[in-house]
């Protein structure tokens, strides 16, 4: 069984994350797309809400799981039998801290990560972006899956009450 984890904040997860976890689940058997809890950071969404929000974007894709963690990475893969991490890089600009993590935690666990280049009609699109957009009351609906655009326009009309 060949099994892999996408990782990463997902706050909201966009059309570019979902184009990764396709292809990415299109490789491995089990795809395991999973949410850093950061009790530092409470983030634009409840990762509980993230986590729903991408079972809805992923819900045509039945070998992939949504799940979330804390702490490091490579224990979650360890404790979860998981050899290979996906990651997805748009730019250049991703490559460098990429590699780093990617070095480090094969460093740490012997664990190997994988790079998937983003489709370039989603290499533009960042969660930040997205958020920013949306909260100024602009239009992200080509950006995220349609259950991620209804949250952030009920959120945007919440806040503007
Ligand atoms: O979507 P993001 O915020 O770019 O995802 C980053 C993420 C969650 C993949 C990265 O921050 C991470 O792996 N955090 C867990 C802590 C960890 O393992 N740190 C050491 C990395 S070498």
Known sequence: ????????SFDPVTNGHVDVIGRAAGLYDELVVAVLVNPGKAGFFPVEERMELLREAVADLPNVTVDSFQGLLVEYCR???????????RAVSDFEYELQMAQMNRELAGIETLF???????????????KQIATFGGDVSRLVPEVVHDRLVEHARRDAQ
Do not use: E, F, N, Y
């Open 79 to 89: 404790s979860h039998d998981i050899p290979v991490i996906v990651k997805g890089l």
């Open 1 to 8: 069984m060949r099994r892999a984890v996408c990782p990463g």
């Open 116 to 130: 998937v280049p983003t489709a370039p009609q989603v290499g533009h699109l960042s969660s930040s972006l997205v």
